[in-house]
């Protein structure tokens, strides 16, 4: 049985573990064309209501975009495939896997616990929950 697959997604927040998740992605693959790096932007009503209107969305996917572009630029990541949508991430994440029908999407866990994981919620559970493919959640070591 080949661990290599035809499609494999990396949802990323520009933390350090995703980051790692990247990495461990490209060793799923076969080429970089073939990993699909997502970046959710959270909807205005998620993060602040008062502030919707004072930066367009269209601005915000840009920036996005082009930090995405500036964090992976080097030659490890050429030819990757990078996108940004603006949403609930762990409802994102699981549509744009559906849209690609990627095989796998490998992501961090964060490792929140207790009351911090009540609060927050689990983008990582959500993802699990709700995916179509299989899901490899890497544990921090910390």
């Known amino acids: 049985m080949s661990l290599t697959k035809q499609s494999c997604l990396v949802p990323i927040d520009f933390s350090d573990e995703s980051l790692k998740a990247v990495d461990t992605g490209l060793e799923f693959v076969a080429k970089p064309a073939d990993l699909h ?10 993060v602040d209501p008062l502030v919707a209107d004072r930066i367009p969305d269209q601005e915000r996917l840009d920036k996005g975009l082009e930090q995405l572009n500036e964090l992976l630029s080097g030659d490890r990541y050429a030819g ?11 409802v ?27 609060a927050l919620g689990s983008v990582a559970e959500r993802v699990v929950r709700m995916a179509h493919c299989a899901v490899l959640i890497l544990r921090s070591r910390g």
């Open 92 to 118: 994102e994440i699981v549509r744009y896997a559906q849209d690609i029908q990627t095989e796998l999407i490998v992501m961090p866990s964060h490792g929140r616990t207790g009351l911090s994981h009540l």
């Open 80 to 90: 990757v495939d990078k996108h940004v949508v603006i949403g609930n991430p762990g």
């Open 37 to 46: 790096i997502l970046h959710v932007i959270r909807s205005w009503g998620i």
